[in-house]
């Protein structure tokens, strides 16, 4: 009975050891570059961001867009970890980041270029990539500008830098809006503000009345679904984290000043395009040619003035992300990769 006894404690012994030992091998094995999701304060505000990735690796900074935040990342962040370091901050305004009301905050892209950097130099990012897309471009282009040294390359997608990107139905009632935010009817008969004022019964609205369309759940939908080539493989959890962040009390005025605010860059395409001229950083262009807000005509221009880009029209739209990420993350990889030698540390 007593060998009986301690037979089976070594058993059970052997048994503990084993499976301790497989937890701590299961838990070993867990990845290092997993996304960590944190917080810094800039001026007084929280400032929320994902980061993965070996911080020796090459870095890249990604820029959202509109309505999104880095969510819009969350998987890119997931498939490029093991090789880059990638760092996605929230603007305020926007995901979980601070959202001061716009008396309490100057929402202009000139100021949300400010934190971006105060962010960059917070979180102490030295040289890195820029993502660009979206809202994401003007505020990247002037930190590009502002500091040529840090960029070692740009990733463009769907940011525009040209008139030609602007030059479009959708764009007509937001430059009357510029010139004149009581503006009635101002570009709203093309075809595409059209159907807008159909769907309210109306046959003039204000400008600003037809631009709050734009934060209703019919409208963020449209933007991730359409273009695509199979709404199936667009996931409804994106437009059901954005909307409820644009429901918030006092966001749409938030968002009707950044359209306002959109106005300041148009002005400041020549000094962008100067930069690439003078810098030619390298530049991997991955497209959603379908988006008709920033059509791929707003794409091609950039070859005018870089004398190499690494150039790909998408067959998705506006969040090409969403139907083609991995295309997009091979594309990183292979860009990158040749030009910076990526999964070597930094010297």
Request: net charge neutral; no cysteine; glycine share 6%.
């Amino acid at each position: 009975m007593k060998t009986q006894t301690i037979s089976i404690t070594k058993a059970l012994l052997i048994s503990l050891i084993f499976n301790l030992g497989f937890a701590t091998t299961s838990f070993a094995a867990q990845p290092l570059n997993a996304v960590s999701y944190k917080t810094v304060t800039i001026d007084g505000l929280d400032i929320f961001y994902r980061e993965a990735g070996n911080p020796k690796h090459p870095t890249i900074l990604l820029l959202h867009g509109f309505p999104t935040s880095s969510h819009m990342f969350r998987d890119l962040i997931t498939a490029l970890s093991d090789r880059f370091h990638l760092v996605a901050p929230d603007y305020p305004g926007y995901g979980y980041s601070s959202m001061p009301t716009v008396n309490q905050f100057d929402y202009s892209f000139d100021n949300l270029a400010n934190v971006v950097e105060k962010f960059i130099d917070q979180v102490g990012l030295k040289k890195y990539s820029l993502y660009l897309m979206d809202y994401g471009a003007p505020i990247g282009f002037r930190i590009a500008t502002k500091h040529p040294e840090r960029i070692e390359s740009l990733i463009i997608q769907n940011g525009n830098a040209y008139v030609e990107g602007i030059d479009n139905n959708f764009w007509e009632p937001i430059k009357a809006y510029w010139k004149d935010r009581s503006a009635v009817n101002q570009g709203l008969d093309n075809n595409w503000w059209k159907n807008v004022k159909d769907a309210y019964k109306k046959t003039s609205m204000t400008n600003e009345e037809a631009l709050r369309f734009l934060f209703t759940l019919g409208a963020t939908k449209w933007q991730y679904t359409n273009g695509v080539r199979n709404v199936e493989n667009i996931n409804p959890d994106t437009w059901n984290h954005v909307q409820p962040l644009l429901d918030r009390k006092g966001n749409q005025e938030i968002q009707l000043q950044l359209f306002y605010s959109y106005g300041s860059n148009p002005p400041l395409y020549p000094k962008w395009q100067a930069y690439l001229r003078k810098y030619q950083p390298p530049t991997l262009i991955v497209w959603g040619k379908n988006d008709e807000i920033f059509p791929a005509e707003g794409a091609h221009p950039y070859k005018r003035d870089l004398k190499k880009v690494d150039f790909h029209l998408l067959d998705t739209g506006h969040f090409a992300l969403e139907e083609d990420g991995e295309v997009i993350a091979e594309h990183i990889r292979r860009f990158i990769g040749e030009a910076k030698g990526a999964g070597v540390e930094k010297q």
